[in-house]
């Protein structure tokens, strides 16, 4: 006899996501998959990975439960991870009380986080400011001025400790960890564990046309007229599209020297665009959906 | 009190591949998963999608189960199925008797298949040719030849039922569709329903530097030297990477017309670029791992 | 004894392009050169290219001479031509009394054609249309109503008879050929004769990113929310870079439909874009300088 | 009265290429073009650039003369160098007596330049070795087992002096620069300089595909099975295509991992790679031609 589980969205029904990483694959699905439907929660969405260069396996799993079943899940899942040497995390954006939590990331330039740290000081933006990371101590004064706390994960290289910013971000229990102008690509592993769309990235050119490092650069050597910023979900894979929430631009007369062009955009421009791109997603306008960017109700 | 499920991997195990593909994601995962870990199966694998634009919802699910489970998942599978109205598919190559059953499809350009033909006649190829299927009537006569069932899925203008192809391949009880110059871009759906390592295709290019319809003529316009075949897995995302299984190139001297680079590709180059890809998959030798591509016995 | 020719630039030196196409490449340049040389001109700049494909050997000439000098250069310029079988063209825009002439070409799409149209009634742009041409008669009317003679010079199915397309715009005294959404690409000779930035085009996409024919769908295939539009000067040669005028954007939410996204390009943003494009062309804000666009005055 | 000339092509003609780079446009092109064409020389091709970012004005200009005509020009055009202030070269691979000599340049890797080091002195290579020149020391000691004159024009850091090079590269009256594994990007003077098809490059991935600084790895990351290398003439523009004059490749099975492709690379595969493509540039099987890498004979 074959049971399908609970009928499937309840009006009261809970978003929740939950994350898994561990050094391999055996037995890393089996136990969540099994607590959670064991629950009654209904599976939205289920992503696997087995990252083989860096031995990593990782699970996002999107589940629908009601939400007085919330309560019993976390000290579950710590439990499995516990057996399982797993590192297992348990979000729902619905369950916060109060404004989401932030943890703002830098390296050298302080123009969007500022404008970020701002936005919520106006209260333009329903956020807190809960902690701010960076790889490079240039931004301490600012977070300093702003009440904020703060800490450096970078060594004298400004390499980043990925782990450390990991668990930085769980000590403030922050929803979204906002990388505005942080310039270091994040561990698979970190990414893994703050996946399902809390990963807001700030990148200085128009994506996917301008990937790299040097957006400015790369546009200008091609003697483009349009300069843009692109603000975007991070998620796992390498070669996964690209998560847009907001993309913004401006636009020069031929002849623009690289340098004007690039003043214009990180003093003005990208700055602006940090601050919308965040808004829509505090504001949960939108949210990621199999790997796509869906507008909120968009797709109900 | 929880419990994880068997202990993963006995010795007997056995990798099942399930694919279901549906009109929306409610309630799809749910009877399927709770279904084969209710069995001792274990999860090695889940990729789940959303299509929306094709309004599909599809899930890919490895799992290693005792042998002696695996008859009755098929009738179970088509019951959930017929509840729910997913097309599920059931495949475990470790079930087949015999040699591995292959569906050939073409398009205009006899010369792969010709010579995917010959190898299994000539016994040094490990499969049988169980049908041919094609979008034109060009081949029709080779399969005669052959003696091998042959239908034409195509319209007046080449269009092709992906339905009905699927339902050929279904019915034939192929293990694998091999795409040997067949030019049409097979539907989401039906990539899905033979998901996990089933659909092989020849590409006459480089990949992924010549992704086009027209890999010689676009190496030739850069004034490339080297041409290449490309033999690989499909898999159901458009923007996944190339999952690769041969690539074999010959070199040309400068100023070759293109037309004589073609006829060397395809007369001698792509039909044995084809025979080896094919080889190494039915020969297990390589095998489809969370989207790539990864030699058997290399990953244990 | 050297000698080196005559001071560079006299105060009413006259900027004057020169190109010539010929089916082979012995003997062309030199009596070009050699007479204008001779006739007290600097060489500004020299191309030359053998397009071996199609058998077309092509030179354009920038030269800085006496105005004085000027009238005497066409009539030896056509002697040249016609002993030694080459097209030659002379082009002077100081040379041009009254406004500059436009050719414009057009396909199917009306709205570009018809805001140059207006731009041109309305005298916001110092131009005349001298004459518009396209490859479908979709945009007669449009021509009969603004009072322009029309040429179709396309076939039945929309093929383009490029010779005629040169010839109409020799007849009718053109400075400028506007391809307000023309959808074909014009033939190497075409654009050789035409050469030294006389060729504006709308692509109807942010250039390099997105080249092809359907650019507001590539860029929406990557879930892109920047569209734009570009306006640039046709170079020869294929691999050249961009020769960018303009170029502007729209930002879309995410979700947007395809459809919507081509309505707002099509009928708002791209006629925009092309009346500003072709009003810094005529009003000679920008020229084309060894294949970059520069803005006037920036390079004394 | 016009004249054009003598007769293109005696069959005593010879073929010279000339270079010329200035730190502006004024005056360049045209006491040179005075001369060889007031000398009855034939301009077989003109390419004139004007790298506004480097200020750099340079022209290329290939011409066909009379032999008995070629010793007068060379002292004719230092004077034009002097009086204009031009770095202007004339060569002519006709008039070298004996073997045409190579500057073999370096960084780190010795086994490119070990192979054409040896195809030399078992006169495999029709080709003298006149001096080696690196950006690192590492191959000092090659260049004197074999004998040959070694200069280091890199500092500290490896960044390397292009004009010493260059004064290396006159001094030793070399044909032809061969850049084995040299990693240095030569600055657009360097390559004017000895623009027309005398400098060859390796680069050991496959061009136009992988043109970074790490194609093996590149290539890799794609999951490719194809790894080549490519001997192609540098040319001045930045955005030329790819001049190729020869490719070749190796396939490695899935899963093989990077270290033991590039071993495989470096070690076997780029080392032959150059010496076949050196030996085509150095038995003029190949020419440039208009950017083109064009067969001799094939264009006559």
Same sequence: chains 1, 2, 3, 4.
């Avoid at 399982?84 to 703002?104: C, M, T, Y």
């Avoid at 270091?184 to 301008?210: D, E, M, Q, T």
């Avoid at 790299?212 to 796992?236: E, K």
Wanted: proline share 6%; charged share 25%; net charge neutral.
């Amino acid at each position: 006899m074959l049971t399908f589980g609970t009928p499937r969205r309840s009006l009261q029904s809970m978003q929740v996501t939950l994350t898994a990483v561990g050094p391999d694959h055996s037995g890393l699905a089996d136990p969540i998959i099994h607590y959670v439907t064991g629950q009654g929660a209904n599976i939205a969405e289920i992503q696997m990975y087995d990252h083989d260069e860096a031995c990593l396996f990782a699970m996002l799993c999107r589940v629908e439960m009601e939400p007085e079943r919330f309560a019993a899940l976390k000290p579950a899942m710590e439990q499995i991870g516990r057996l399982k040497g797993l590192s297992i995390r348990v979000w729902a954006r619905d369950a916060r009380e109060g404004k989401p939590r932030l943890a703002i990331c830098t390296t050298y330039r302080p123009e969007p986080a500022l404008a970020l740290l701002r936005a919520i000081r106006d209260e333009r933006m329903p956020a807190e400011a809960a902690v701010m990371i960076g790889n490079r101590p240039t931004c301490r004064s600012m977070a300093e001025q702003f009440g904020v706390d703060w800490h450096n994960v970078g060594d004298a290289a400004g390499k980043a400790d990925d782990e450390r910013l990991v668990a930085i971000c769980d000590e403030y229990d922050v929803d979204y960890i906002i990388l505005a102008r942080y310039m270091r690509i994040l561990s698979p592993g970190a990414v893994w564990k703050y996946a399902g769309g809390r990963i807001v990235n700030l990148h200085h050119g128009l994506l996917p046309s301008f990937p790299g490092m040097r957006p400015y650069h790369d546009a200008h050597s091609f003697r483009m007229l349009t300069y843009g910023a692109t603000i975007h979900f991070i998620v796992p894979e390498l070669d996964a599209g690209n998560q847009i929430i907001h993309q913004s631009t401006f636009t020069v007369v031929p002849g623009t020297p690289l340098e004007q062009i690039k003043r214009q955009g990180e003093s003005d421009h990208e700055p602006s665009c940090l601050v919308e791109g965040v808004r829509r997603v505090v504001d949960r306008e939108v949210a990621l959906h199999f790997h796509r960017v869906v507008r909120r109700g968009a797709k109900t």
